[in-house]
């Protein structure tokens, strides 16, 4: 059985960034047609309000004539991380932030991922590997 991490420090130590192939936008639709055209290509979804939000990749995007013009690279966060822990997604996001770097994180229930510009892809791997060899 994989053993989830709790704690803070055993989550940020854990954590293990892998860079997923591709590029990604965000998009929201309250079109059905295009919710349902999409939504087998698209990497996540979430229903709000306002609309269906989905995570799709880039060229998926363009072939629907969507906007593209803020690619996203995904960043897996190859821990498991317990439902309940408390401080791995605060950590991340303040490290980036300190870098300048936004981000989106979207939990799921294996693993946290983090959406960052393409074009600093490169520097938030290097601020991730310091966050965690700093917990080890």
Same mark, same amino acid.
Request: glycine residues 6%.
């Given at each position: 059985?994989?053993?989830?991490?709790?704690?803070?420090?055993?989550?940020?130590?854990?954590?293990?960034?892998?860079?997923?192939?591709?590029?990604?936008?965000?998009?929201?639709?309250?079109?059905?047609?295009?919710?349902?055209?999409?939504?087998?290509?698209?990497?996540?979804?979430?229903?709000?309000? +306002? @609309?269906?939000? &989905?995570?799709?990749? #880039?060229?998926? $995007?363009?072939?629907?004539?969507?906007?593209?013009?803020?690619?996203?690279?995904?960043?897996?966060?190859?821990?498991?991380?317990?439902? +309940? @822990?408390?401080? &791995?997604?605060?950590? #991340?996001?303040? $490290?980036?932030g300190d870098a300048g770097i936004p981000c989106n994180?979207?939990?799921?229930?294996?693993?946290?991922?983090?959406?960052?510009?393409?074009?600093?892809?490169?520097?938030?791997?290097?601020?991730? $590997?310091?966050?965690q060899s700093r917990a080890n």
């Amino acid at each position: 059985m994989t053993k989830v991490a709790k704690t803070a420090r055993d989550m940020i130590a854990g954590m293990t960034p892998k860079l997923k192939p591709g590029a990604f936008v965000f998009i929201t639709t309250g079109n059905p047609a295009l919710i349902k055209s999409l939504s087998s290509q698209a990497i996540s979804t979430f229903k709000e309000e +306002e @609309g269906m939000s &989905l995570i799709v990749p #880039v060229e998926v $995007a363009e072939e629907k004539g969507l906007d593209v013009e803020h690619p996203m690279r995904c960043i897996t966060l190859n821990v498991y991380a317990s439902l +309940e @822990g408390v401080g &791995l997604t605060a950590a #991340v996001s303040t $490290a980036l932030g300190d870098a300048g770097i936004p981000c989106n994180m979207v939990a799921a229930y294996h693993h946290d991922n983090v959406f960052v510009p393409s074009d600093k892809v490169r520097t938030a791997m290097e601020v991730l $590997a310091r966050l965690q060899s700093r917990a080890n």
